[in-house]
């Protein structure tokens, strides 16, 4: 029996590396240290649309972590929050998280969530989940106080919310699964890493 590809998960993200670790997939974590506003200005005018966008930075974070770690699975995601043509960031402090859920109130908008498997330096498979999400219509007060109940939690996601914890009272309707929306659509990752004979199956 041949011996499996030990899979590295190039992200920082609690959420990414829980739901690896969840789902019983042995790994370990190493940090890409691409710089993510700087891939992106190289986009800016392109007409790359929000989904491109996720997947580019999610090839440069696997890329950049495997050219390291020869042999090895190298794992990379991303995830951009689309309003019609705006594309959201993680807001830098409570008045944009504020500004963020002011936007979205009342409207859908969609989750792109990319994730990757680099090899030696080469891109090897992708793939972008989406889902779209409806928030209710949110009276600025509300806004306020539930800002104040979650704290800096609103400040790790890029639209200011989460929808595993109180986030969920913002919505009213959500189209897409879970693991798309947390940020690694983790059933076509699975399924890859069983087809690279990384993990059982």
Request: charged content about 25%.
């Amino acid at each position: 029996m041949t011996d499996k590809p030990a899979i590295i998960l190039a992200s920082g993200s609690a959420f990414r590396q829980k739901m690896l670790r969840d789902a019983g997939v042995d790994f370990r974590v190493e940090r890409s240290e691409i710089d993510e506003r700087a891939v992106e200005n190289t986009l800016e005018g392109s007409g790359a649309d929000p989904e491109t966008v996720a997947q580019v930075l999610a090839e440069a974070k696997a890329v950049d972590v495997s050219e390291r770690s020869p042999g090895a699975l190298v794992i990379g995601a991303d995830q951009t929050l689309s309003l019609g043509d705006e594309v959201f960031h993680k807001p830098a402090d409570m008045e944009g998280a504020r500004r963020h859920l002011l936007k979205l109130s009342g409207r859908t908008h969609q989750l792109n969530s990319a994730v990757v498997i680099a090899r030696d330096g080469e891109v090897i498979w992708r793939h972008v989940g989406i889902a779209r999400l409806t928030m209710r219509d949110l009276d600025p007060a509300f806004i306020g106080r539930h800002l104040s109940s979650v704290g800096e939690n609103a400040l790790h996601s890029v639209g200011a919310y989460q929808i595993e914890g109180e986030g969920i009272q913002l919505f009213e309707k959500i189209e897409g699964d879970t693991f798309t929306i947390v940020g690694l659509p983790l059933l076509p990752l699975l399924a890859e890493l069983r087809t690279l004979g990384a993990i059982d199956g």
